[in-house]
């Protein structure tokens, strides 16, 4: 009977001795008058990483993403604009708000929002845009910012899974009026769960603040008072000990996600049908998930690729879904490309501690499929 090769995970956190010693801190000492202690350390850590005047930890990148539309005013009767090729959590928040997330196409050189197609969706409703920089890729935010300025509408960028990504010198999340990061066990930086409210918005941060503490005002000086009805979507001490030591990590984490990918490239890239993450000479690409899409003619499906990488042992995730196609959602059929690409497109295993070898044998599925 032959021997099975060992699996291969999509992906999996890279935990040290430095997490742990940081973990097992909070845990022994963060209790009290120190327990935000390693949450304020996080915030201002990762707001002066990104570039941002104000951070808010979140138990996740969803809470962090309904909490700054809240602040916002976004409610009942008001429109989203957003990519249809889109994670359910970016959509999520705006429907729980009472809001009606509009679902425009992407673009099939960057697999993210259509500036186009988001400006053709404008109405009078129009509160808000999501910019989301999917798998790692940039938004054209330079076009996405000019069309908010031009209707007073703010831009808001989706950058769950684009920590270490730049556009034009500036990293992701430090452009829209606010941002959002996602520090789930899958991204590059992790606290097992939990995500990233910033902004350099002071009016926005305060309101947000007062929101993510169930409603209760920072200066409110009675016990127990709450001003507003709030949120319970905040971090642990504990998780964010342990986002304080990915945090000191954070070069060598991002660098080894693009070594990966560089790799990844350097295999298929020259392969006849196969396109890979875009990264255009203004963009650095974050990395967070290789991803290819294959060309029509090659006649490879999601079905065909899932197939062939679960005969090896290979866990290759799909590209998503469009939200339009989903059951709680009106369908979009006008967004070709949202529905076109995700149906011959395929994400790669990437993980911090992938060796030569377990690289070597996911693209091994991808020739053999092309041979």
């Not at 742990?20 to 022994?28: L, Q």
Request: proline content about 6%; glycine content about 8%; charged content about 20%.
């Amino acid at each position: 009977m032959p021997v099975q090769p060992p699996p291969i995970a999509y992906t999996k956190p890279s935990i040290t001795e430095l997490e742990v010693e940081f973990a097992t801190h909070a845990t022994r000492t963060g209790w009290g008058a120190d327990c935000y202690a390693y949450i304020a350390r996080f915030e201002q850590g990762f707001a002066a990483h990104i570039g941002a005047a104000h951070a808010i930890a979140t138990s996740s990148c969803t809470g962090a993403m309904q909490m700054g539309l809240a602040a916002l005013g976004i409610g009942p009767g008001d429109e989203v604009i957003l990519a249809d090729t889109n994670w359910i959590a970016t959509a999520a928040p705006i429907a729980h708000l009472g809001a009606t997330p509009i679902f425009v196409d992407i673009r099939p050189d960057t697999w993210c929002i259509d500036p186009e197609r988001a400006a053709a969706a404008v109405t009078p409703r129009t509160r808000a845009i999501v910019a989301t920089h999917l798998y790692g890729n940039l938004c054209d935010m330079d076009a996405l910012l000019a069309l908010g300025d031009k209707h007073d509408i703010p831009v808001i960028e989706d950058a769950a899974e684009a920590i270490g990504a730049q556009y034009r010198g500036r990293a992701a999340g430090s452009m829209g009026r606010f941002s959002t990061f996602s520090f789930h066990g899958t991204k590059t930086l992790t606290t097992g769960e939990g995500g990233m409210f910033l902004t350099s918005d002071p009016e926005l941060y305060a309101r947000v603040g007062t929101l993510a503490n169930h409603g209760r005002d920072p200066a409110q000086t009675r016990q127990f008072w709450a001003d507003v009805i709030g949120y319970k979507f905040k971090m642990s001490n504990v998780q964010a000990a342990i986002g304080c030591a990915q945090l000191e990590r954070i070069d060598d984490l991002t660098r080894r996600k693009r070594e990966i990918l560089t790799t990844y490239k350097g295999r298929l890239g020259h392969l006849a049908g196969v396109a890979m993450n875009p990264e255009p000479d203004h963009v650095v690409n974050g990395a967070w998930m290789p991803t290819v899409v294959f060309a029509p003619e090659t006649g490879l499906t999601r079905e065909r690729l899932q197939a062939a990488f679960a005969k090896v042992r290979i866990d290759a995730r799909v590209f998503f879904w469009p939200l339009s196609e989903q059951p709680m959602f009106t369908p979009v059929p006008d967004n070709r490309v949202a529905r076109d690409i995700c149906a011959r497109a395929i994400n790669l295993p990437s993980y911090h501690d992938m060796t030569a070898e377990e690289i070597d044998r996911v693209c091994a599925v991808i020739e053999g499929l092309l041979a």
